[in-house]
């Protein structure tokens, strides 16, 4: 089989392996080998150029940056939908439509789906763009983004019109949600608030790579264009199907308002099961030749309605508002409610957010307010039922001092949440810091657990993390429940963390954003703390992907005399606060500024390792050759118009041994 053909083979295997994962949902292969697959992909078309194509499956994974989205108008206007909210609006509604349409009407039911609106176009079955709703006239370009979403097909199966239009929505379901928001909560960001802006936020960042870490999806619902040979919505939902997209398999075809009516209860009681974010019900008129009869106002088509679900809501008595320290030191209140059945739970507290949301809504202690369960999963208070509050009622204060500590409080411009100062004297923060620093990802300590920590700085007998390495078994046996053995272990998996690796080490050590791939970027670069510590926020944010927020975070935690001294203790008990021996001998600056790109396929070192030596010794690697490269690592394979491109710029071409010289 020649090149070519295998690169075709892979592109259509992976195509299908994609499908059959973010569409279907029944993965055929393991993770594992999908990724050799694609691998060996990435690896001939970087040898060939020359079989170069945009909807590639390696262009998923993004990397390309747009600094402003272009405006693109839409060929066909996307349009809003009415909305009712009762069953008397229903049926004003099909009293409008049976008006203009003689005879039967059909009707398709969907959910509505809640998210981004987003356009495809598809050409001869591949994605020519993707653009957001904007005013609905024209929107933004967007389409390096929407690439690396798995679930938008980058070639179409079977039968497809050359050309058309394709409407859905992006949405962020609720497990990557919360996924994505514990990696933030810890490295102490805020999280997300909800699904929707999240998802609608993803389709405007610059750099695509970060679109593709995002487990986004898109949910399709209506095809768009001219001669399409489709004569039903339903039909056009089949079809989609068929092409590959990913279309909810809910809607159904409805005779009466009646079945319409029972598809909105069924889904008003059973959208809690589905796993993500939907707003209501949409009902289309089923025939595209009634729809074109019946047509659109300025703003909506006539040929459709949205029926927006009832957000659950109880109303309860809040009986207290606490507040909540967090490892960074964050404050949150809390309303602790008079417990109450929502969405099949009992809810008994509710998130308040922060100072300026208790104000606006003037909650009170002693009111009864409305608690709404909406795409968050911890229910919010939505309103204060004013007609039921006490005479005796006062204004809440919002604290102005740490409920753990007693330190005042601080509020930093333009920041929403109140923050305690006092870092290295706030029991939360300071158990939080030390829960983190044994993590899993970070220094990893077995026999020890979150709860013992607390119990530990409790009695007193740790106040910062550098103390665990003082603990002996004897000052740890008369804890609760602590036995001869459980001690015997804790003290040894604290031994056993003297030998976790630096990067890891800087991870554990909780400085605010730094979190795992940070903490790798600055161990490489700096290789010792001494040298991080000494860095100024310029020298910071010349590293690859360290930003000024970062930067400032870092210089912020060696500026404090106790963390220094926290490490220094750290330093003499045995940690690892360099990159080790072994990393460091392989390192060395050889390659300084210098540039290469790696081509074909080698025979003693494979690609990664060659990448691997490139920085190790100081050198970049490129992915093109432009005129800073400095060398060309030509393997066997090497595409022409690489060769071409090389010796038009006059860059030198060298073999792997040649390099591996030259790195001795
Ligand atoms: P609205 O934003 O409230 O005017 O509602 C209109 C939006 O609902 C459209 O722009 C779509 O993005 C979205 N939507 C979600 N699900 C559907 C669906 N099944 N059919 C049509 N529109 C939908
Ligand atoms: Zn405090």
Known sequence: MDIQQQI??????LNQHNYNYYVLDQPTISDYDFDLKLKELQALEEAHPEFADENSPTKRVGGEITKNFNTVVHEHRMYSLDNSYSKEDLLDWETRVKKVIDG??????????DGASISLTYENGTLLKAVTRGDGVQGDDVTANIKTIRSVPLRLKG???????????IVLPFEGFHKMNEERIEIGEEPYRNPRNTASGS???????EVAKRPLECLLYNITGNNLNISTQFEGLEKARAWGFKVPGAAVLANSIEEVLEFIEYWNDHRHELPYETDGVVVKVNDLHQQDELGYTAKAPRWAIAYKFKAEQVSTRLNEITYQVGRTGAITPVANLEPVELAGTTVKR????????????DIRVGDIVFVEKGGEIIPKIIAVDLSMRPDTSQPTQYISNCPECGTELVRNEGEAQHYCPNYNGCQPQIVGRIQHFISRKAMDIEGLGGETVALLVKENLINNYSDLYTLTKEQVIPLERMAEKSADNLIKGIAASKDIPFERVLYALGIRYVGETVAKKLAKHYKTIDNLRQATVLDLVTVDEIGIRIAESVVDFFATEKNVIIVERLRNFGVQLEISSEQLANQTNKLEHKIFV??????SVSRDELKKLIENNGGKVSGSISSKTSYIIAGDNMGPSKKTKAEQLNIPLISEYQFLEMIG
């Open 8 to 13: 075709l083979q892979l592109r259509d295997e």
């Open 104 to 113: 039967n009407v059909q009707f398709v039911c969907e959910l509505k789906y």
């Open 159 to 169: 039968d497809y019109p050359p050309k058309f239009d394709i409407r859905g929505e």
């Open 203 to 209: 389709l405007k960042l610059q750099d695509s790579a």
């Open 350 to 361: 509710a998130s308040l957010h922060n100072a300026d949301q208790i104000e606006k809504l």
């Open 598 to 603: 790696v081509s074909g396929v080698f025979e």
